[in-house]
């Protein structure tokens, strides 16, 4: 199998240079080519500008280098892969290989990511060696966030190539990839741009308006927030108009093309160029007032923007009591409402219709529902629905004349999953749960690993989830190996469950609060302290209770998607899970017989905490100290939790021992806290913060010098663990810190009082 340690990505537009981006984040070193230097030099400019950030850190960018087409395109010839990634016109791309087949070596791979010509024809007139190294490589913008890569075959493309990009793709960039055929719009667009014209058919018909149109194609269904219309805008109308023109002519011979032909409101959008989010209107517009930004509605009737309406559905109001989706989605689906005619009208089309085209453009119905949850976002794939809802009801409720595709064709087992994908979903459909409450579960991974699982909403941790951690290293200290905590969620964990903590400080029920704290400090530090060798595992959002739990693992093990931070100071709080002590414990083991000054390194767990800082990535995150160069990362989430589990089995292994309590842990003393509370009342006098925010300020440094002792010295771990739990104590008794959690829970955003 071919190695790829370089490559070079031609077209520094907005996919090519995120395609570079998210390279350089894998530690590829890559050439972005465009017509000329400066042109390389704006698109790779622009994509450091994005947001979301296509780069996991500041550091990657310094892997791309840039140049021009007519000086620079020899250089290809030291890359292992060529990416093509220009403008979506055939003889453009075809003139642009010819010149890439005199300078490439021989075993370089070659291939497209275009979004819908055909493969093999962008390759027309390239000698049989060159089209045995080519193939298509269709990622979904932008790069770094959609899971999903097409990769495209062609009737020559050596087998080996398309291993090498497959495995590449996984493993290294983290991927989800689906092997699609040669056909117009692969699978996740044709299939996904059918749903959008029917959708659209609805809106133009004003039976629907915008809003209560992506009311129903949103959460409740198991979609994007983005739902449908701010999904539009977000891709760019004028991509939607291209693309479906496109398709539209690429499948007018099968006579689908007028299936994929956009209302003239699309067109009349392009000209006027309300496109979307890029110029601020699109199906919505932003617009500025002096009381701050509203957001107007397009009305398609007169073309003219009107204020947002709150849609008026009261079967998505019941609906939203049902948690799981796929039981939601199947009501509304069946439902005798107007939802219901609108879902059936236009997701029944789209299951019927991809039951229809899939042999021809997939391998299986499971590669239309993984390319449909990777690519657009979907819980579900169109099959995974239809298996929910059920074939005879599915049917029925629709009335459809073309059955055969669906009861005859469709077989709904499952194709046996790679055996390191989604490995605790495996764990609990092959063995009993261990043991289990509302907040938390024990699965038995196999070979003497147990796993901890959260599954509250967003992973807050409560009571339960304490109980479980603790149960978890009992558990794992008897019966296994080893331990690992983590699960397959979109959060690994939000933190501390806030409501119970408001509820008890607004009683002034101060001793279950401390219980409270002790509990959850006894959970991490029995994690430390196991027996066994403990790995956590997070992705996504793992703030507060969550990221101190990560602390205190043997090794982390984290998604390249970690957002990760102790952010307690949003809501008026410290950390007191172990967080404020682990992160000084961390600072102060920098120091050595030449470096004697403690300050730099107390300053940064200070701000780390004071800030609420929280890493863009799980790279970000070793930048900011959170996690430490012994951790790992692991690109491809669906695999985090088999590397986290050969993480474990690794330390196992070599004979672990525990790491004993430590009564070694340096402080400043008093010198420390005062330049700490110097800075604290010098930012306040400069108005930068709030009279609370110094209270809080100052706490902080209190439990970072080590509380009221006069000089630099060594404490030990319960000390400064008591520290911070008379700390939060003494913040939930505040009105202001009171006032900030209400006004989280409330909004889900900070408040500066």
């Not at 392009?270 to 007032?289: A, L, M, N």
């Not at 509203?294 to 559905?313: F, G, H, K, M």
């Not at 967003?458 to 558990?475: F, Y």
Request: charged fraction near 20%; proline fraction near 4%; glycine fraction near 8%.
């Amino acid at each position: 199998m071919t190695r790829i340690h370089s490559a070079a990505v031609l077209g520094a537009g907005t996919m090519g240079a995120q395609i570079a981006a998210h390279l350089a984040n894998a530690g590829i070193p890559v050439l972005l080519l465009d017509l000329d230097t400066k042109t390389a030099v704006a698109g790779l400019r622009s994509a450091q500008e994005v947001k979301p950030d296509p780069f996991f850190t500041r550091k990657a960018a310094d892997l791309v280098s840039v140049g021009g087409f007519e000086t620079d395109l020899p250089k290809v010839a030291a890359c292992d892969w060529i990416i093509e990634a220009v403008v979506e016109r055939l003889e453009t791309k075809q003139q642009l290989m010819a010149q890439v087949e005199t300078h490439r070596s021989a075993s370089a791979i070659v291939s497209s990511n275009t979004s819908g010509i055909p493969i093999a024809q962008i390759a027309n007139g390239r000698s049989l060696e060159f089209r045995q190294h080519w193939l298509g490589t269709h990622f979904f913008n932008p790069p770094r966030y959609l899971h999903l890569v097409e990769i495209i075959p062609t009737d020559d493309t050596n087998t080996a190539v398309v291993n090498t990009i497959r495995h590449f793709s996984d493993y290294v960039l983290g991927k989800g990839v689906v092997i699609a055929k040669d056909t117009p719009g692969f699978i996740a667009n044709r299939t996904g741009l059918y749903g959008a014209m029917r959708t659209l058919e609805f809106l133009i018909s004003n039976q629907f308006t915008i809003e209560e149109i992506d009311a129903m194609t949103g959460p409740v269904i198991g979609r994007p927030k983005s739902a449908t219309f701010r999904t539009m805008d977000i891709s760019g109308i004028d991509i939607l108009a291209k693309v479906t023109r496109d398709l539209s002519l690429r499948l007018e011979q099968k006579k689908e093309g007028r299936l994929f032909q956009a209302p003239a409101l699309i067109e009349e959008l392009v000209r006027r160029g309300w496109i979307g989010s890029k110029v601020q209107q699109g199906f919505y517009k932003k617009e500025h007032t002096p009381e701050g930004n509203r957001i107007l509605v397009l009305d398609p009737a007169t073309v003219s923007y009107r204020e947002w309406r709150a849609p008026q559905l009261p079967a998505l109001d019941a609906a939203w009591k049902i948690h799981d989706v796929r039981h939601r989605v199947r009501k509304l689906f069946l439902g005798n409402d107007r939802v219901g005619e609108f879902l059936r009208a236009t997701l029944g089309q789209t299951i019927l219709y991809a039951a229809e085209v899939t042999s021809e453009m997939a391998h299986s119905f499971n590669d239309v529902d993984r390319a449909m949850r990777w690519g657009y976002g979907w819980d579900l794939g169109p099959f995974e629905l239809l298996e929910v809802i059920g074939v005879d009801q599915f049917i029925e409720a629709c009335q459809f004349e073309k059955t055969i595709p669906l009861a005859q064709n469709i077989n709904f087992s499952r194709e046996p999953s790679t055996p390191d994908l989604q490995i605790l979903r495996l764990a609990k459909t092959r063995q009993p749960v261990v043991k289990q409450n509302a907040g938390a579960s024990l699965i038995d991974l196999d070979d003497g690993v147990l796993a901890i699982e959260f599954h509250s909403k967003m992973n807050t941790l409560g009571g339960d989830a304490v109980e479980m951690l603790q149960l978890g290293v009992q558990e794992a200290e008897e019966n296994f190996h080893a331990l690992v905590v983590g699960n397959d969620a979109t959060a690994f964990s939000a933190g501390a469950n806030l409501t119970l903590v408001l509820l008890e400080a607004q009683e002034q029920n101060w001793d279950e609060i401390e219980l409270m704290v002790r509990a959850f400090q006894a959970a991490v530090t029995g994690l430390l302290h196991a027996r066994v060798p403990v790995v956590v595992a997070p992705a996504g959002l793992t703030l507060g209770g969550g990221c101190e739990i990560a602390l205190h693992a043997d090794r982390v093990q984290a998604a390249a998607e970690t957002y990760m931070g102790q952010v307690e100071v949003g809501v008026g709080l410290i950390p007191a899970g172990g967080g404020t002590k682990e992160l000084l414990a961390r600072s102060m083991a920098q120091l050595t017989a030449v470096i004697t000054d403690p300050m730099p390194f107390v300053r940064d767990a200070f701000e780390l905490i004071g800030l609420a800082k929280v890493s863009t990535s799980a790279e970000d995150a070793k930048r900011l100290g959170l996690l430490r160069k012994t951790d790992s990362v692991t690109m491809n989430r669906e695999r985090l939790l088999c590397d986290a589990k050969a993480s474990a089995l690794e330390l196992a292994q070599k004979g672990y021992q525990p790491p004993r309590p430590r009564h070694d842990i340096v402080v400043g003393g008093a010198s420390v806290r005062a330049t700490l509370e110097l800075g604290v009342h010098l930012a306040r006098r400069a108005g930068q913060i709030s009279d609370h925010d110094a209270l809080i300020g100052r706490i902080l440094a209190h439990i970072l010098s080590g509380g009221d002792l006069p000089h630099q010295t060594e404490v030990s771990e319960q000390y400064l663990l008591d520290l911070e739990c008379e700390a939060f104590l003494s913040l939930c008794g505040e009105e202001k810190t009171q006032q900030r959690m209400v006004h989280t829970l409330k909004t889900g955003k900070t408040l500066r009082n």
